[in-house]
């Protein structure tokens, strides 16, 4: 038997649905920026937090406007907080104003 899709009631089939949109409004409702948000902080890591600290930094995710990273160095955790203003702002260069406002870095075993 070949596929058809269900029927709707109406007759007419709803178009499909870009599945990055459906992600964004998942991701929107976990409080997260939308996912090329992400991707772009991800791409542009270097840029954002700096060569030397992009090494030692590593981008978890953006939530409720917190760019969260980890690092197994705990000197790199208090230099990150010490670089807090500039991180944000160079986020928002990359991602646009509002999606970051702070800086989490948690430092966690090697």
Same mark, same amino acid.
């Given at each position: 038997m070949p596929w058809s899709p269900l029927p709707t009631g109406d007759g007419a089939t709803p178009p499909p649905r870009r599945l990055a949109d459906g992600l964004d409004r998942v991701l929107a409702g976990l409080g997260a920026p939308p996912a090329d948000a992400v991707a772009a902080l991800a791409d542009r890591w270097a840029e954002v937090v700096g060569a030397e600290a992009a $090494?030692?930094? &590593? #981008? $978890? =995710? $953006?939530?409720? @406007?917190v760019l969260v990273t980890t690092t197994t160095q705990p000197a790199w955790a208090s230099q990150a907080r010490w670089m807090e203003a500039? +991180?944000?702002?160079?986020? /928002? /260069? +990359? %991602? =646009?104003? @509002? $999606? +970051?406002? &702070? #800086?989490? %870095?948690?430092v966690r075993r090697p």
């Open positions: $090494v030692a930094l &590593t #981008l $978890v =995710g $953006v939530e409720d @406007g500039e +991180v944000c702002r160079r986020a /928002a /260069a +990359v %991602v =646009g104003p @509002g $999606v +970051v406002s &702070t #800086l989490e %870095v948690r």
